[in-house]
């Protein structure tokens, strides 16, 4: 099957089995599965590897940073502010791509927005399964995806 053909069919694949599979487990943010999923699919296979570790590593980072935030700092726009440059400081310093502070970013984000002290542990933590169901289902997709020569 021609790349411009397969590529749609691949990522739609990787996308239903993330999103049932998160439904199946009633994760209660199903839909970042499946986001997951897609990003990591869009990526030939060499690439979708590096793409899968940048952004576990990066989303477990943040979601442990919002955690953080959250449990121990009142939130504000300038705590929110500090966490993400935290996390950047964080990423240069193990000298992660640049990519892994936009992923932990994002997760960083969703967790700071959606949850309070009693819940934050939660948050962040569905939050990193979430993703990294969406990354080893997109993984297993496109490994096994038929090659096309």
């Known amino acids: ?6 590529s749609p069919f691949q990522t739609a694949v990787a996308a239903v089995l993330a999103m049932g599979l998160a439904q199946a487990l009633q994760l209660p943010d199903a839909y970042w599965a499946p986001i997951s999923a897609i990003v990591c699919t869009l990526d030939v296979t060499d690439i979708a590897n590096k793409t899968a570790r940048r952004r576990l590593i990066g989303t477990f980072l943040g979601v442990l940073i919002a955690a953080l935030q959250i449990s121990f700092v009142p939130y504000s726009l300038f705590t929110y502010g500090i966490a993400i440059a935290l996390l950047g400081l ?3 310093a193990l000298r992660l791509h640049p990519s892994s502070l936009r992923f932990g970013g994002i997760a960083l984000t969703v967790v700071v927005a959606a949850a309070d002290r009693s819940s934050v542990w939660l948050v962040a933590s569905t939050r990193f399964v979430d993703v990294s169901l969406g990354v080893i289902i997109a993984l297993l997709v496109v490994r096994c995806w038929p090659k096309h020569e």
């Open 1 to 6: 099957m021609h790349p411009f053909i397969s």
């Open 90 to 92: 964080l990423c240069s």
